[in-house]
Nanobody, 126 residues
């Protein structure tokens, strides 16, 4: 079992930055690949970014490439999402997710993730 707790959301003006954190419980964090997803009001949850167990591999949805950076610190059981140049369309609840895996790869399929956090709100006013 893994419990995930997101933090770092808030209200930020367009062009600003936020760093989200997701703290995981347990002693096998490095066995999980991690992902960030988001859900805007009235829309389906969508993939944002993913990172492999070691952190060597990352993957982003096109709309955030060059603006967002996913990273992890396995010693701290934490995954981060650095968000720069924020836009109003980035407004959403952001969720982190974890999947136990033997492989050092990433996935953008929400259905493959086993554990989810409760989410943190990010608001970028237009």
């Amino acid at each position: 079992q893994v419990q995930l707790v997101e933090s770092g959301g808030g209200l930020v003006q367009a062009g600003g930055s936020l760093r989200l954190s997701c703290a995981a419980s347990g002693r096998t964090f490095s066995s999980y690949r991690m992902g960030w997803f988001r859900q805007a009001p009235g829309k389906e949850r969508e993939f944002v970014a993913a990172i492999s167990r070691s952190g060597a591999r990352t993957y982003y949805t096109d709309s955030v490439k060059g603006r967002f950076t996913i990273s992890r610190d396995n010693a701290k059981n934490t995954v981060y999402l650095q968000m720069n140049s924020l836009k109003p369309e980035d407004t959403a609840v952001y969720y982190c997710a974890a999947e136990f895996t033997l492989f050092d790869g990433t996935t953008y399929y929400a259905s493959e993730y086993d554990y989810w956090g409760q989410g943190t709100q990010v608001t970028v006013p237009s």
